[in-house]
């Protein structure tokens, strides 16, 4: 049985809520992150202006017109692609975390490390 790509985001969504509840604001960082890089990854690239007439004025210029002429289907992330996006909040996070340790901010890289740990918990054994 496979997983719906739509669950991964729903339990991000669902851990977001427990943690604002809870008040925990490293998960809530954490998760909005996570949340947030998954939207990020479902933009299309802006489309090349459409063919027709530009709206034009003193404040308003080379803008489309017409009803929908500014709307974009957004991309359909596929499971392995969601579960790419998580890890690579992991991967920064980690990353992160050792240049924090170099720095000799042990606290911060702890921090970034507790983080990736909760994320870690999203991804499939």
């Known amino acids: 049985m496979t997983t719906p790509p739509d669950h991964i985001r729903a339990r991000l969504r669902s851990g977001l809520t427990a943690a604002m509840k809870a008040r925990d604001k490293e998960a809530v960082a954490a998760l909005r992150t996570a949340l947030a890089a998954i939207d ?17 004025g003193e404040y308003v210029a080379g803008t489309g017109v017409g009803l929908g002429s500014t709307e974009a289907a957004r991309r359909e992330l596929t499971l392995d692609d969601l579960h790419a996006v998580v890890r690579g909040q992991i991967d920064e996070r980690v990353a992160e975390a050792a240049t924090y340790d170099g720095l000799g901010r042990a606290d911060a890289a702890d921090r970034l490390r507790r983080e990736a740990a909760l994320l870690e918990t999203y991804l499939p054994g």
């Open 40 to 56: 990020d990854a479902e933009a299309v690239p802006v489309p090349a202006p459409a063919a027709g007439p530009a709206a034009t």
